[in-house]
Structures are given as structure tokens and as C-alpha cells.
């Protein structure tokens, strides 16, 4: 069992749909990322919390630390969303990440 | 744009030889990290420096090293290449050596043939 799992592992939506991306961890953190992966291979950091809610655009991160779960949603979708996300946590030893194995997303217009 | 550089983008070499991946931090932080993905084993921690010092170390391999310069850049040298080493290699930066976000490098593509 992967300390970091994700669900779902693979997810298909239309433009313009709500889509949600949660990942379970399974000790206690220091802080969580999410991140972003585009076919190109690139990655691109798109929150880092430690608690509570943060939203940048049409992203929303939440996080439970008592529950050791953090969602990540996407408001109105678009095809441009497509892309792999990745929950990635740090424990309290350091900034090491530990990573989920990714929710590959496919947005259809 | 991360204010991250890594090069070379692409790297093709054979069974037994090695090779040096090099990554630039942004600009004021002192943590780089590097992480292998490879298909069957998704993103893994290799190992972190912190303003020239090793902090932690992950599952990196024997055959693998790397440093931090005094001007802060990190290079990861693998050596005695095998096919399974055949993976995308990132590197990270952030400001502290604890819980800071993370900024990737673009990433550096290695085929070992």
C-alpha cells in the first residue's frame, strides 16, 4: 500500500464540469503539494497547505489534517486542464516529497 | 517559467557509461532537490542539499552522486548506466531546508540504450 494514494486514477469529463481529485495520506505531515504534470513532462507546483482552503483561479485545495485527506477541484473545467495531477506530502523529518502515483485527467470539449 | 534550469533536455547513452545532469536553483533558495520518474516506479526522492550540504537522502542508488557548489547549483552524476535507469530526472528548489514549496526544473530526459 502506497503511503500517498489518489483517487481516481484516471478521470474523463466534459468541458465545463465540476471535477474533484482527493488524496488520502497515511501519518501525520507537515505540509501538502499538489502539483501539476502537462504531457510534455513539465511540472508545475500549484499549491502547497499545511491546513485548511486555498484557491488560485478555478483550482481549490482543501486539506483535513485530523482526517489526513486534501482534496484538489477544478471549477468549470476546460481541455486545457488536461494533465496529470500529483499529491505529493512532507513529512516532519524534512522537505522531502512523497508522492501519489497521479490522477491522469482528460477534459473533452 | 519556475526560475528553475536543468540541462541537457535530452540524454541518450549506452549500458556502462556515465553522465552528469546539472540544475540551477531559482534565484535566493538554497534547497535543491532531485527526483527520478521513471514508468514502473512513478516520482521518487533521490536526495536533497542544502547551501552545499546533503540533507536527506532517498532511494538513491550507489552508482548515483551529487553535489551543491558554493554558487548553489547541483549536479547528479549516474554512472555504470543500466536500461532501468532510462527515466526523467527533475530537480527542485526551494528557499529552506524544511516544509518551503517546491519549484521543478523543466526536467532532463534520460534514454540509456
Known amino acids: 500500500k502506497n503511503e500517498v494514494e489518489q483517487s481516481p486514477q484516471n478521470l474523463t469529463a466534459q468541458e465545463g464540469e465540476f471535477i474533484t481529485i482527493n488524496c488520502s495520506y497515511s501519518v501525520g505531515i507537515s505540509a501538502l503539494h499538489w502539483l501539476q504534470q502537462h504531457p510534455g513532462g513539465g511540472i508545475v507546483s500549484l499549491f502547497m497547505?499545511?491546513?485548511g482552503k486555498k484557491k488560485h483561479g478555478r483550482l481549490i485545495a482543501t486539506i483535513n489534517i485530523q482526517e489526513k485527506h486534501s482534496s484538489l477541484h477544478i471549477t468549470a473545467s476546460h481541455p486545457r486542464d488536461s494533465a496529470v495531477y500529483i499529491c505529493?506530502?512532507?513529512?516532519?523529518?524534512?522537505?522531502?516529497?512523497?508522492f501519489g502515483q497521479g490522477t491522469e485527467l482528460s477534459v473533452k470539449p | 517559467d519556475s526560475g528553475v534550469t536543468q540541462t541537457p533536455k535530452h540524454l541518450i547513452t549506452a549500458t556502462g557509461q556515465r553522465v552528469t545532469l546539472r540544475c540551477s536553483p531559482r534565484?535566493?533558495?538554497?534547497?535543491v532537490y532531485w527526483y527520478q520518474q521513471s514508468l514502473d516506479q512513478g516520482l521518487q526522492f533521490l536526495i536533497q542539499?542544502?547551501?552545499?550540504?546533503?540533507?536527506a537522502k532517498g532511494n538513491i542508488l550507489e552508482r548515483f552522486s551529487a553535489q551543491q557548489f558554493p554558487d548553489l547549483h547541483s549536479e547528479l552524476n549516474l554512472s555504470s548506466l543500466e536500461l532501468g535507469d532510462s527515466a526523467l530526472y527533475f530537480c527542485a528548489s526551494s528557499v529552506g531546508q524544511g516544509y518551503n514549496e517546491q519549484f521543478f526544473g523543466p526536467g532532463t530526459r534520460l534514454t540509456v540504450l
Open positions: 542539499y542544502y547551501n552545499g550540504e546533503e540533507r
Open positions: 505529493a506530502v512532507i513529512y516532519n523529518q524534512g522537505g522531502k516529497l512523497i
Open positions: 497547505l499545511s491546513s
Open positions: 534565484s535566493g533558495d538554497l534547497s
